[in-house]
């Protein structure tokens, strides 16, 4: 068979159920495999729309995402789902099409160089170089992708080996002699981490996205609830622990809480799962979690001292090492009263310095109350994405998420118009759940063109757009630490978001009144087929509480 | 519970952060990687990205055809060595690395060093070259090429002694490194 159908058949071996793309001259022999391919695509408007979708199915399900493009720009135009997918650890797989081979190498028209482009930013790559290659690359691109530490693998395929013959046979080994993840965590490490936990008294568990990629959250309650073990998340682990619960204390970093930064300040022993050490979470590296020894479990043994030396590293997936370390902290039976002033203290914070905004005396709808609405209007069931900016922070902060995967952002590269195309991967990879994107008016427009893919094929995703007419973590920059001289973050009332929806054939709605703003999200919802809601909020309002970058937890302010 | 050299009940003082700190000295890697494309310029490219300078790089093949070696050396004072192995390890196609113990490796580095001599200064500089073992592999009337393989302190010092000639020009190879005794690289 051709090359291109046999790649068909090794994305059905691989459980693939739907994939996205967008075709051209290189990759035009495997749109004609698709045509018989047994394959759902979905045709999507720009290449970026269909790696953010691809990425917002795999963050939705755990299974690996699919996108497809062409050479030259087709590929150039993935370079962001790419790199978000890195950032963030998302398991996608990303085929190209390549120039004929006799035009490698000469400029050929839509060449580019697409495997040196994307090298910095792919877990791995495969260069087709022989047509027989390709089933092999296929697979060892899902295995890579999906096992230990996800992330995005990118297949380049020129045009004339796609398209010819192969004798194809299944793939049943995997020859990649230098790729074992580890994932079972040392026993002797795991053991000391169980001793140190039941001899803290000042302990806190700081868990992040690999607790979500490794479906590590019932490990990670288990434990934690085995004891009074103080949790907080990353924005990339938010739902991994349920929210709201009594060891709960909010997310942590720039936009966390005060009871989470202030717990990290002062705990003595760190327990990091999954979580990297970001500089969103330790502020100014020299002055975080200062009196704190830490243990960190990571599966990619990389991220462990690479920013905060560890005292005990266990490399592993947080789902093993959690479960190993359940049964050896109950065999040590802690005392845990020993925790009560501890949760005394943190108590006194929560207290003191819950998350809370002035709402509004009139009926303007403030940012933080339309996520709290929303919350309301979908009973917190909804699978929520989200853009980069304010409205991230506002939903992070105030949409508590019960469970994983129902929270899909962009945290590592912070990709502006991510939240769309997700939400439309989300959709179609849970279609009976409702997916709601919740936007930001500059954000949204970065992929607004995949509200045409939503309407052609009926994907039911609900976009709120927190529109306040300004690029607003910019401008709020810009207000703290720039003498509030404001430079091109006013984006003003263009475009009309309502006609915007409608030309692309989807419902459009605007809301303005918080007196009803429950009621109105909720009829949006029920509204079959994409909708797009313009949300008036309050123009000048700020995301607190906040650590302004480079300092210290104790310094956060607001 | 408890084990051999295990202290209990364990306190949180006693708990040492694992070495992430500069060694101060050079480090030699001997890294062997799959024979595919592209395999250098991932290395290359992740020195690059993260900032780590390369002091010398070599690359040949292995008495396997699919495997090649790359010998690196980096300066740990500059970088954390256990960070900069740990990226290599994520490269797919890196099989293996080691930090080589400078006591129980053999390293050499070939030179080639064109020296202005003519025939007066001639038979002094070969005195030179032979001193250091050095072998001279061309002579014209004015320039006299010498070979020179050692450490790199080696090469070194025969720079320092050949300069006062005029040095033309020098070339180096980078390092090769093997492990002393019966065990594999």
Redesign the interface.
């Known amino acids: 068979m051709r090359a291109v159908d046999a790649v068909m058949e090794c994305l059905k071996a691989e459980g693939v159920e739907v994939v996205f793309g967008l075709p051209g001259g290189a990759n035009l022999p495997t749109y004609d495999a698709f045509v018989n391919g047994g394959l759902r695509h979905i045709l999507v408007r720009h290449e970026a729309g269909g790696g953010h979708a691809a990425e917002g199915y795999a963050k939705a399900t755990g299974k690996v995402g699919v996108a497809f493009a062409t050479s030259g720009p087709g590929a150039t135009n993935l370079i962001t789902p790419i790199c978000d997918a890195m950032m963030d650890s998302v398991p996608v797989v990303f085929i190209t099409g390549q120039v004929r081979t006799e035009l490698l190498g000469t400029d050929g028209f839509q060449e580019a160089d697409t495997i040196g482009i994307t090298m910095p930013v792919v877990k791995h790559s495969f260069m087709i170089q022989r047509p027989q290659e390709i089933p092999r690359a296929i697979h060892e691109a899902f295995h890579i992708a999906r096992s230990g530490r996800p992330g995005p693998v990118l297949v380049d395929i020129p045009q004339d080996l796609s398209r010819a013959e192969i004798d194809y046979e299944p793939v049943t080994d995997l020859r990649l002699p230098g790729y074992q993840p580890r994932v079972e965590g040392n026993q002797k490490q795991i053991r000391q981490a169980a001793k140190a936990l039941a001899a803290a008294q000042r302990p806190v568990i700081y868990a992040g996205g690999g607790v979500v990629n490794a479906e590590a959250s019932d490990e990670l309650v288990e434990f934690a609830t085995s004891d009074r073990f103080p949790v907080t998340c990353t924005l990339m682990g938010l739902g991994a622990f349920p929210a709201p619960h009594a060891q709960w204390l909010g997310m942590l970093g720039m936009h966390g809480t005060r009871a989470a930064n202030y717990a990290m300040d002062e705990a003595d022993l760190i327990c990091a799962v999954g979580a990297r050490f970001d500089d969103r979470i330790t502020g100014k590296l020299s002055e975080f979690a200062p009196r704190a020894k830490f243990i960190h479990i990571d599966v990619d043994p990389a991220e462990i001292s690479k920013n905060v030396p560890a005292h005990i590293p266990i490399v592993g997936d947080a789902k093993h090492v959690l479960a190993k370390l359940l049964i050896e902290y109950r065999a040590i039976a802690a005392e845990p009263e020993r925790l009560a002033a501890w949760w005394t203290r943190i108590e006194g914070w929560r207290e003191k310095y819950p998350l809370a905004f002035q709402d509004s005396s009139d009926n303007e709808i403030k940012p933080q109350y339309m996520v709290q609405a929303l919350h309301e209007a979908t009973g917190g069931e909804a699978i929520v994405t989200s853009d980069v900016g304010q409205h991230q922070m506002w939903a992070a902060q105030y949409y508590d998420f019960p469970k994983p995967r129902r929270w899909i952002n962009s945290g590592g590269l912070g990709t502006m118009g991510f939240g769309l195309p997700a939400a439309m991967g989300a959709a179609v990879a849970c279609p009976d759940r409702i997916v709601c994107c919740i936007a930001g008016d500059g954000s949204v427009q970065m992929n607004a063109q995949e509200l045409a893919t939503c309407a052609q094929e009926q994907i039911p995703i609900k976009v709120f757009i927190m529109n306040n007419g300004y690029l607003g973590m910019v401008r709020q920059w810009q207000e703290l630490f720039w003498d509030g001289k404001y430079s091109h973050v006013e984006t003003g009332e263009f475009p009309d978001f309502v006609k915007l929806a409608e030309a692309y054939g989807a419902t459009g709605m605007r809301f303005e009144d918080k007196t009803t703003l429950v009621q109105d999200m909720k009829r949006a919802i029920e509204t079959p087929g994409p909708v797009l809601v313009d949300v008036r909020v309050t123009r000048e309002e700020n995301t607190y509480p906040m650590i302004p970058a480079g300092q210290a937890a104790r310094e956060m302010v607001g | 519970?408890g084990?051999p050299g295990?202290k209990?009940?364990?306190?949180?003082e006693e708990?040492?952060?694992?070495?992430?700190m500069r060694t101060g000295r050079k480090h030699v890697l001997s890294i062997l990687?799959?024979n595919k494309?592209?395999v250098l310029?991932?290395i290359a490219?992740l020195f690059a990205?993260r900032g780590f300078n390369i002091d010398t790089l070599t690359v040949g093949p292995t008495d396997d055809d699919q495997v090649s070696r790359v010998t690196l050396t980096v300066d740990g004072a500059l970088h954390p060595i256990?960070?900069v192995t740990?990226?290599l390890?994520?490269?797919?196609?890196?099989?293996k690395i080691r930090d080589l113990e400078p006591a129980d490796t053999v390293a050499r580095e070939l030179a080639l060093f064109k020296v202005s001599a003519d025939g007066t200064q001639r038979g002094e500089l070969m005195q030179i070259a032979e001193i250091f073992r050095g072998k001279v592999v061309d002579v014209t009337k004015r320039a006299v090429i010498v070979e020179v393989t050692g450490t790199t302190d080696k090469i070194a010092a025969f720079e320092d002694m050949v300069r006062p000639f005029g040095l033309i020009e020098m070339m180096r190879t980078g390092e090769i490194a093997i492990s002393r005794g019966r065990s594999e690289t």
């Open positions: 519970m084990e295990t209990e009940p364990l306190s949180l708990l040492e952060a694992s070495t992430n990687v799959e494309s592209g310029t991932r490219g990205r256990d960070q740990k990226q390890h994520k490269l797919i196609n890196v099989l």
